[in-house]
């Protein structure tokens, strides 16, 4: 499986930015996929996750309200709608897959597939 991140870019604060990441490859094989974001200097946190079937989202305590999760699964594509957007939203957001189905959504251990990741950058 491959991933493809796409969208980031400069922003004011208030503002808003959609995601996209774009699966191909052996996207049968997806169980869920997420997004977690990287600052400098600090570790890999979760975003938002959503399972690919079902279509269940889960999301981080400080973007629930702001941030949107969603898929497309004709396109075999999953977004992430951020509104409201912070100067601490800034960070390299990643997209990523997991081939398991697991209870575990919110850290990077079951998520196999990994994409480039693309900058959000928020001024304020």
């Known amino acids: 499986v491959q991933l493809q991140a796409s969208g980031g870019g400069l922003v004011q604060a208030g503002g808003s930015l959609r995601l996209s990441c774009a699966a191909s490859?052996?996207?049968?094989?997806?169980?869920?996929m997420g997004w977690f974001r990287q600052a400098p200097g600090k570790e890999r946190e979760f975003v938002a996750a959503i399972s690919w079937s079902g279509g269940n989202t889960y999301y981080e305590d400080s973007v629930k309200g702001r941030f949107t999760i969603s898929r497309e699964y004709a396109k075999n594509t999953m977004y992430l709608q951020m509104n409201s957007l912070k100067p601490e939203d800034t960070a390299v957001y990643y997209c990523?897959?997991?081939?398991?189905?697991?209870?575990?959504?919110?850290?990077?251990?079951?998520?196999?597939?990994w994409g480039q990741g693309t900058q959000v950058t928020v001024s304020s």
């Open positions: 990523s897959a997991r081939k398991t189905p697991t209870g575990i959504v919110d850290t990077p251990i079951p998520y196999a597939y």
């Open positions: 490859g052996r996207t049968s094989s997806i169980y869920g």
